[in-house]
């Protein structure tokens, strides 16, 4: 038989001679006669054919049986016999005892994944392709479960990649690792004085894990989690275990039924933390999962240092923020404070204006407000500077000129050992009360606006002080007045703030020291507390939230013999 007659005797449906059985198939029906099922080998006729063909099958990548139209077995390639030594020729297909030979698709046999196709001939036989697809089949499981395993980690970066609270970050680590990592799983965060604060996330029947958390001594802490803070990773799984259910973590696990891992969180100096996860032996940590579970590890521990950095900065931030924040005045006999203040960064909570006092030996008490140049931070830092060198020396000088004099000397010299040419303006005075009520304020003047007096009348009487600039030149012309205050009378200072604060209806004009003259008349029966807010609302007003300097009000109001020892209302 030629090829040419191997073409067109070739049955329609099997593709011409595109596999490798296709041909020869038709060889076979005419090389194997039909009939019953031979006792005895095969004729020498049909043994020679299947010798000729058995020489290019033997080249093929698939196995193949053929079997005659009862199921006997009359060929099996070399190829076959290696992947299904039962199959035997002349038995029965069915005898070999090999499952899956039924219909096309795969089976395991002896170990390996074999794929079948079956393929109908003439004279009702069959042949059966077989090929071994193991290392095919390991080879896209290896990829479909290296691409899961990036799906997931890039999202974990993606929902850990702006950590801002530690607590918030670690519960998210614990809820991310269930239930792809494990079953239950618990992060304990390094200890700080002498306590380690854990989340632990247990998979549930939603699928939306539970996570609760808890506080332990480092005492109590298992000794496989004390070394995972050490770096080290414990790999004795059943001793794992027993620490994790004496601690109470394998929540809806059976202690006999579980493998446990521990991974350190890599950190800066130390591990910010360590991982344990739990899940039922039917899912046993391999080496690919434990390399998850690392890659997993790092990227949490990184999100963990972020936000444990943010945590201290915030801390730092904070703490320093409210030491440069004003401080209210304390309290003096005959005088009720008033305060307002408002940065002109708000999310900052500090500027460059400051107020304050600092009582007196004799019952009097020093007062300031005070503007230094710039905002933000750089002039807060000043501010505090000042205040802090007028805490000291109002306890060698009382009198308000020469106080100011010694303040400015102190900042000419920090400016030139910062190399900043920094200055403030400020009134500093001193103020006592007098017994039958009233009081008396002796001010000082370093190139502020000057305050202004509410007299009982409703007179409003700007104070006539000036003098130069804090900070800038030596010994500066500093101007000195006193002010004698009557029960209910109130002094208002304020920072160029108010007056200079940019609205109105144009938004770019001034609002300026006589509407501030206008908005306080009629306003001398205010509480002092009440006058500052309205000062600083009609300002706020005028600016109709647009862009400000600091804002910073004192007022201080004569109070009556009654309340002159009494607490501020």
Known sequence: MTAAADVRDSEP????????????????????????????PAPAADRVAVSDWSEAVVHFREGLVVCDARGVVRYVSPVAERLLP????????????????????????HGRRLRVRR???????????????TESVARADALLAERARSAFLAAVGEKLGNPLHPDRTAAAVARLAVPTLAEVAVLVLAPRSGRARWWRAAHADDDIPVVDSGVLPVADLPVAIREGLEGAEPHTVDWLVEQAVEAGWLLGLSPVDVCARVVPLPGRDAPAGVLLVARAV?????????DLVRAFAGRAGAALVTALLYRDQAEVADTLQASLVPVEPAEAAGVQWGTAYRPAQGG????????????LADGGSVFFLGDVSGKGVEAAVLTGQLRQCLQALHRVEARPGRLLR?????????SQAQGQGRFATMVLGVVRPYREGG???TMAGGGHPPPLVLRNSGEVEPVPLTGMLVGVVPDPRIGEVSVRLAVGETCLLYSDGVTEAHGGRRGNEQFGTERLVNAVTAC???????????????????????????IAVLVLRATGAVEASGSRP
Do not use: K
């Open 439 to 441: 009081l008396t304020l």
């Open 524 to 550: 001398q029966r205010m509480p002092a507390p009440a006058l500052a807010e309205r000062v600083e609302q009609v300002t706020c007003d005028w600016l109709a939230d647009g862009d400000h300097d600091d």
């Open 406 to 414: 010694l303040l400015n000397d102190a900042l000419l010299e920090t």
């Open 282 to 290: 039917d899912r046993w940590y391999d080496e690919a999962d434990v």
């Open 13 to 40: 449906g099997d593709g011409g001679i595109s596999t490798p059985g296709a041909a020869w198939s038709t060889a076979w029906s005419d090389a194997v006669p039909a009939g019953p099922a031979p006792t005895l």
């Open 119 to 133: 393929m109908p001939l003439s004279a009702a036989r069959r042949g059966w392709y077989v090929e071994d697809v």
């Open 86 to 109: 039962e199959v035997t020729p002349g038995e029965l297909l069915a005898a070999a005892g090999v499952a899956g030979l039924t219909a096309d698709g795969e089976v395991t046999h």
């Open 348 to 359: 900052l909570r500090i500027g460059g204006d400051f107020y304050g006092s600092h009582r």
